[in-house]
Nanobody
Framework: VRLVESGGGLVQAGGSLTLSCTVSGSIFEFTAMGWYRQAPGKERELVSVIRHGGSTNTADSVKGRFAISRDSAGNTVILQMNGLKPEDTAVYFC??????????????WGQGTQVTVSS
C-alpha cells in the first residue's frame, strides 16, 4: 500500500496550503482517511479525519480554518488549510485505515510532508 503526499511547504502566517494524499495498492476498503501532525518535541496529534460515510472529526485548534475532503473514488484525501498560524508548523502525515480479514483494522501512514508557517 502506498500513500503519496503532496502540498507541504513554507507559507506566511495567514496564508493557505492544500495537502493531498493518494492511496493505492490496498485490496481492502478504507474506512477512514485523514491527517495527523507532529511538531518538534510534541506527540503526533489528529488534525482531521473523514470516514467512509462522509462524517468528519477535526481538532478544535484548526476548526474553522482547515477543511478535509475525499474524492468520489475514495482514494484521495485533501486537507485545505486556511488562516495558517505559526503554531501549525509541523510534519503532516497522511493516515488511512482499512478493515482487513475478520475486520481487523489496518493502519497505513504516509512519509510526512513539512508545513512551515512563518510569522
Amino acid at each position: 500500500v502506498r500513500l503519496v503526499e503532496s502540498g507541504g511547504g513554507l507559507v506566511q502566517a495567514g496564508g493557505s496550503l492544500t495537502l493531498s494524499c493518494t492511496v493505492s495498492g490496498s485490496i481492502f476498503e478504507f474506512t477512514a482517511m485523514g491527517w495527523y501532525r507532529q511538531a518538534p518535541g510534541k506527540e503526533r496529534e489528529l488534525v482531521s479525519v473523514i470516514r467512509h460515510g462522509g462524517s468528519t472529526n477535526t481538532a478544535d485548534s484548526v476548526k474553522g480554518r482547515f477543511a478535509i475532503s475525499r474524492d468520489s473514488a475514495g482514494n484521495t484525501v485533501i486537507l485545505q488549510m486556511n488562516g495558517l498560524k505559526p503554531e501549525d508548523t509541523a510534519v503532516y502525515f497522511c493516515h488511512a485505515r482499512a478493515l482487513g480479514l475478520l475486520e481487523i483494522p489496518i493502519d497505513y501512514w504516509g512519509q510526512g510532508t513539512q508545513v512551515t508557517v512563518s510569522s
